[in-house]
């Protein structure tokens, strides 16, 4: 709750060229790039099942299709699935990307995700070194805009049961 919660309120892009929410569901516009088990399960599954009142998955992105079409299933969303991270920005305008791709992936990802004008939000690391790092501080600073880095990890079912068993 507190990461959607957080992107809820996150600055708007500035850029004019900027994707806008469409109007009609009033709802933010949700991408996932990267649909392994972190952006399905983690992510996905939870924000379909707790957050479809305020969000919508409007793309889901990996480098295999037949994954991305898998987890769209799993999800149960009718958004489109894609291979190229670009065309799906440009087809869906989503207000924010998710990334969680294999983590030496996550800079490209968030970087092109500025640069198009989304909010992009990952799960931790947000990158795997200090050129990593400064590439993505770079691009903040050129676009005005900050990443969330997110550590959604430890609402994991089994870390959930530990609390759980531990609270008791």
């Given at each position: 709750?507190?990461?959607?919660?957080a992107?809820?309120?996150?600055?708007?892009?500035?850029k004019?060229?900027?994707?806008?929410?469409?109007?009609?569901?009033?709802?933010?516009?949700y991408?996932?790039?990267?649909?392994?088990?972190?952006?399905?399960?983690?992510?996905?599954?939870?924000?379909?099942?707790?957050?479809?009142d305020?969000?919508?998955f409007?793309?889901?992105?990996?480098?295999?299709p037949?994954?991305?079409?898998?987890?769209?299933g799993?999800?149960?969303?009718?958004?489109?699935?894609?291979?190229?991270?670009?065309?799906?920005?440009a087809?869906?305008?989503?207000?924010?990307?998710?990334?969680?791709?294999?983590?030496?992936f996550h800079?490209?990802?968030?970087?092109?995700?500025?640069?198009?004008?989304?909010?992009?939000?990952?799960?931790?690391?947000?990158?795997?070194?200090?050129?990593?790092?400064?590439?993505?501080?770079?691009?903040?600073?050129?676009?005005?805009?900050?990443?969330?880095?997110?550590?959604?990890?430890?609402?994991?079912?089994?870390?959930?049961?530990?609390?759980?068993?531990?609270?008791?």
């Amino acid at each position: 709750g507190v990461a959607v919660a957080a992107v809820a309120g996150a600055a708007p892009a500035k850029k004019a060229d900027a994707p806008v929410a469409k109007p009609s569901s009033g709802k933010l516009r949700y991408a996932l790039v990267g649909t392994g088990s972190r952006g399905s399960s983690l992510w996905g599954k939870r924000l379909v099942e707790k957050y479809s009142d305020v969000l919508e998955f409007v793309g889901l992105c990996d480098i295999n299709p037949k994954r991305a079409e898998f987890v769209k299933g799993y999800l149960g969303v009718g958004c489109p699935t894609f291979t190229d991270f670009d065309a799906m920005v440009a087809q869906t305008k989503p207000d924010l990307v998710m990334v969680t791709t294999v983590d030496a992936f996550h800079a490209k990802y968030i970087c092109r995700a500025l640069e198009l004008g989304c909010r992009a939000m990952t799960e931790k690391p947000m990158a795997i070194d200090e050129k990593q790092c400064q590439e993505i501080r770079d691009v903040e600073r050129k676009y005005g805009r900050n990443v969330r880095v997110t550590f959604n990890y430890r609402y994991s079912p089994d870390a959930e049961r530990i609390k759980s068993i531990l609270a008791e």
